[in-house]
Each structure stands twice: as structure tokens, then as C-alpha cells.
């Protein structure tokens, strides 16, 4: 059975390395569960290995961002569809009685 791994990262290391256009390697990001089954973000399906990397905002704190698997079919769907099924789904993970949860890109 295949689980879903988050990954925390800084933000400072994120926004460095896609300012330098030193794009974050995959394969060293998911090094450590290289042995596991990665399951989708979005879709819940085994991912290949290594997975597809959505970074993503963290709603606790604003110096730490989430990098989050997806498989190769959400992968390679339009980048604003991906943006917007995984910010559909952070909401509802996040908010508390109906209150509205705002990110920090």
C-alpha cells in the first residue's frame, strides 16, 4: 500500500534555488523514501520513482514550504489545473469551521 509523503523544505533554500534557475533536484529530495511506495497528492495512485514535485505553500508557518508527490497523469496536467486541485485540497485540510484559509506564495 502506497503513502503519502510531505516533504517540509525552507523557503529561503526554495525561492534561492529557483531565483539562480538551479532547478531542486528530485532525485536527492525523495533520496530518504526511495524504498517506499510514494502515493499522488491529488489522486492517491503510486507514483513512479522519483515522483513529480508540486512545491507548495505551508499555512503554519510562512519560512517553510511543502513539496508534495504527484503522479505522472497529475503531473503532467496544465499547471494551473495542478495549482488549483492542490490549493482545493490544502483548503480543506486547513480550515476550521468553515473559515477561509489564505496562502503566501
Known sequence: ???????SLNRADVIGSSKRADAIKNAELWADDMGKEIACFLCDSQTETPPFTMILPD????????????CRDCGELP???RLNRCIKLLRKMWSKNGKQVHFVF
Open 59 to 70: 499555512v503554519k508557518s510562512y519560512h517553510s514550504m511543502m513539496a508534495v508527490p504527484l
Open 79 to 81: 499547471r494551473m489545473v
Open 1 to 7: 500500500m502506497a503513502e503519502l509523503v510531505i516533504l
